[in-house]
């Protein structure tokens, strides 16, 4: 192996990984607009020419930031049985500032349709689709149909998450154990396909 080109492969890849780590930082802190691709080289240390070259732009570069992986995880680990109340306990408890936050992404695009694009689709690779194959797969019911399900339950939780970060200014007084207990019995009936 020439290790000339595994050296300028490795540094490829490492200079890659830096921008895309730093644009998901500045894209976390600052509206799609305010992020130039001066900023995001300045701060990964390279040119906004090798920015171009890696991404072709900042519309693609954003899309390569947004991942609601880890978000998934969270809500939807565990037993199918339980899966409303571990939605819900994750919506009431993550961080508002969480950078895989759906609600927070829609803040930072300021509406822009390229970066709304892109978080629509990770949201159908992420969430839509995960919670699909596990509603397909465990779901006691048949019907309605899974992806109709999956939309329902995605919706019910970022309205939740809407609602608790800016939709309803005394979201806070609300009994917590309460409101657990209600969204967690209406996700999961959707869920099971009961409602």
Same mark, same amino acid.
């Given at each position: 192996? %020439?290790?000339?080109?595994?050296?300028?492969?490795?540094?490829?890849?490492?200079?890659?990984?830096?921008?895309?780590?730093?644009?998901?930082?500045?894209?976390?802190?600052?509206?799609?607009?305010? @992020? !130039?691709?001066? %900023?995001? *080289?300045?701060? *990964?240390? @390279?040119?906004?020419?090798?920015?171009?070259?890696? $991404? &072709? !732009?900042?519309?693609?570069?954003?899309? &390569?930031? =947004?991942? $609601?992986?880890?978000?998934?995880?969270?809500?939807? #680990?565990?037993?199918?049985?339980?899966?409303?109340?571990? #939605?819900?306990?994750?919506?009431?408890? +993550?961080?508002?500032?969480?950078?895989?936050?759906? /609600?927070?992404?829609?803040?930072?695009?300021?509406?822009?349709?390229?970066?709304?694009? +892109?978080?629509? &689709?990770? /949201?159908?690779?992420?969430?839509?689709? @995960?919670?699909?194959?596990?509603?397909? +797969?465990?779901?006691?019911?048949?019907?309605?149909?899974?992806?109709?399900? *999956? &939309? !329902?339950? =995605?919706?019910?939780?970022?309205?939740?998450?809407?609602?608790?970060?800016?939709?309803?200014? %005394?979201?806070?007084?609300?009994?917590?154990?309460?409101? +657990? %207990?209600?969204? *967690?019995?209406? /996700?999961?009936?959707?869920?099971?396909?009961?409602?």
């Amino acid at each position: 192996m %020439d290790t000339t080109t595994g050296n300028v492969s490795d540094n490829r890849e490492s200079s890659r990984t830096r921008i895309t780590e730093v644009s998901r930082e500045l894209f976390s802190m600052y509206s799609f607009s305010q @992020v !130039s691709l001066r %900023d995001i *080289a300045t701060a *990964a240390g @390279v040119s906004p020419a090798l920015i171009i070259k890696h $991404f &072709q !732009s900042k519309e693609n570069l954003f899309e &390569q930031t =947004v991942n $609601f992986t880890t978000s998934s995880t969270n809500l939807f #680990m565990g037993p199918f049985e339980n899966l409303g109340r571990t #939605m819900v306990e994750e919506t009431l408890n +993550a961080p508002s500032t969480a950078p895989y936050s759906i /609600i927070r992404m829609l803040i930072v695009t300021s509406g822009e349709e390229e970066s709304l694009q +892109a978080i629509g &689709q990770r /949201i159908k690779d992420d969430h839509l689709a @995960v919670l699909y194959r596990r509603i397909a +797969a465990e779901s006691p019911h048949p019907n309605p149909s899974p992806a109709l399900r *999956a &939309q !329902s339950v =995605v919706s019910i939780i970022t309205g939740l998450s809407l609602m608790r970060r800016f939709g309803d200014p %005394d979201f806070d007084t609300h009994d917590r154990k309460e409101l +657990a %207990d209600h969204y *967690a019995s209406v /996700i999961q009936r959707v869920l099971d396909g009961t409602d």
